[in-house]
């Protein structure tokens, strides 16, 4: 078996990565791309490795120059034209060395598991390709097999259709042809298609007229979960540096992206927090079937927004502001508080991050539990005065909640101490009897115009890609504050249309809460069950656990990423949990928190 490595490219779209130097010889956490592959290949019982260089070819045969010597046997050939040809031409230029033995032939471009070399020559089969299931972030070639494994088609970027993703495999751009296939198939048929097409074509071409035959021979091999990625331009070298980062290294790097975790389609998030259950795919088909009108179309501003909202939620457009998420309403919002404002620690950061350090007044509740009540708040700012008052009911991370009466015994002692009450309820609709819990009611922000309601409409609603968010209040001033203060367009098409149909799927919607508190309770029992998690009680789309034993929250979180591809929240960078071993969890549906739960028990062991 020898190894052909095609490394002829000049890899533009890296920009200045490959300005003095070619694709292989970018770094993914400290290491080369082509360091990677050959140290793989030491592994291997080969014949040799032959690298078909071209663009900065000088440059990487003087880099790798002897260091292998002993354990890999390196050849070179040159693709002299590498600038006016493509990949189809480079691999013509070992044709004939295709035919002297069995081959391994690699892109090196490519990061990837150890595991894919042992996988593609442990199996029987003599011509594979290496393959993986599509996913939105893949490009390039595709390929489409039958019960039995055997590629019936590959898919050129022009012939891709969407409609079929749900059969379309990405080839990992690793293959293993047998001595006898390339003498007798896919050398001849090179042969005659650089003759016929030219040289400025993909060799995956020739695959593509090689499986239209009746015995193709070519089988593919699924990875299954196996690592990989595909280095084509900067965001492609900083999700494989994400992918293979190991430890805190990995954490740090999913951590500080906050959010955009579709482009890690394998890995289960329990960090963010949204309802699992809606929208309906009715509702999604009703987005999709508008989409190239919303697309193309400028949404409304601000009078229309508001209009809109109030509609949704019951209440009068002129008490609403809409957001580009309720992130860009708290920040118009807290850089506009004046005084001291009450915080319980521990809370949503977002709220205290904008405020100066004097102006908190802090509270903590009791340390084992994270609960208070409302008397608590009331009987403890009774003796710390305050202008202002914040509270998450259900509170974010503890999940503690005040209920309906609580909350009005909050609003009317707040309106004899003249302080303003600002509650944030983006979760209420994940509590019991949750019909009955929220705040955004006419009768209530008109009792005191001192109230100010927020809620996150990415969470309860499982929409956080429209970012939309709203605050609430019928202190008039504030409320056209916040409209000037925020840009004229801050919400787009897809996010206005999307509140103004709500109104067709709200009984579905209430059916998907009650869903989703049925699941949460399940969820809980399982955890419960863990023996070194203290499961906290909670109103919320999330738990609150403590980390007893055998881990701390740390070693748990990072444990979790690297073994099972699973993100939780570590909550020790959360101000009053620092060292304490809290963790946060989401709750998804059924077949993700089981699969959770079963890494859970693992870890036990």
Known sequence: MQAIILAAGMGRRLGELTRDNTKCMVSVNGVRLIDRLLGQLATLSLTRVIIVVGYKGDELRQYIGHRYDGRLNIEYAENPIYDKTNNIYS?????QQ???????????????SDQLFRMILDNPYPNLALVAKYETWMDGTMVRMDSDYNIVNFVPKKAFNYADVDQYYKTVNIYKFSREFSCHKYVPFLEAYCSALGNNEYYEQVLRVITLLDNAELKALPIGNEKWYEIDDIQ?????????????????????????????????????????????????????????????EYPSGMFVNSLLAGKYFGIR?????????????????????????????PTFEEYPHRLQPEQVVAYQPDPQTLS???????????????????????????GNFIPMDGLLQLIEWAKQKHIRLVIDESFVDFSDDFEHNTL??????????????VKSISKSYGVPGLRLGILASADSSLI????????????????????????????????????????RNRFGKLLQQIPYLRVLPTQANFFCCQVTDRYS?????????????????????????????????????????????????????
Request: aromatic share 12%; hydrophobic share 40%.
């Open 91 to 95: 691999l013509s230029m070992v044709k």
């Open 98 to 112: 295709m035919t002297e033995d069995d081959t391994l032939l690699i892109e090196s471009d490519l990061i990837f």
């Open 236 to 296: 492609d070298l900083d999700i494989a540096e994400t992918i293979f980062a190991e430890g805190d290294e990995m954490l740090h790097r999913f951590n500080y992206r906050y959010g955009g975790h579709w482009r890690f389609p394998k890995m289960l998030d329990y960090c963010y927090l949204v309802n699992p259950y809606f929208p309906t795919t009715r509702m999604k088909d009703e987005l999709r079937a508008n989409f190239d009108t919303l697309l193309t």
């Open 317 to 345: 457009q002129q008490y609403v502001v809409v957001g580009n998420g309720a992130a860009e309403l708290i920040k118009s919002m807290m850089e506009h508080v004046e005084g001291r404002i009450g915080v319980v620690y």
């Open 372 to 398: 208070y009540t409302a008397d608590d708040l009331i009987n403890f700012y009774d003796e710390h005065p305050i202008d202002n008052l914040l509270l998450i009911n259900p509170d974010n991370p503890s």
């Open 440 to 453: 955004l009611r006419n009768d209530l922000l008109e009792q005191y115009d001192g109230l100010i309601v």
């Open 480 to 519: 056209q504050y916040i409209k000037r203060d925020v840009s004229i367009w801050n919400i787009n098409s897809f996010g206005e249309f999307y509140m103004q149909i709500f109104g067709k799927y709200e009984k579905d919607y209430m059916a998907t809460c009650h869903r989703f508190i049925a699941e």
């Open 553 to 605: 929250s740390a070693e748990l979180t990072k444990q979790l990423l690297s073994r099972f591809n699973i993100m939780i929240k570590d909550c020790d960078s959360k101000n009053g949990l620092k060292g304490r071993n809290f963790i946060r969890l989401s709750v998804r549906a059924t077949e993700d928190n089981d699969r959770l739960i079963e890494a859970f028990h693992i870890l036990a062991q």
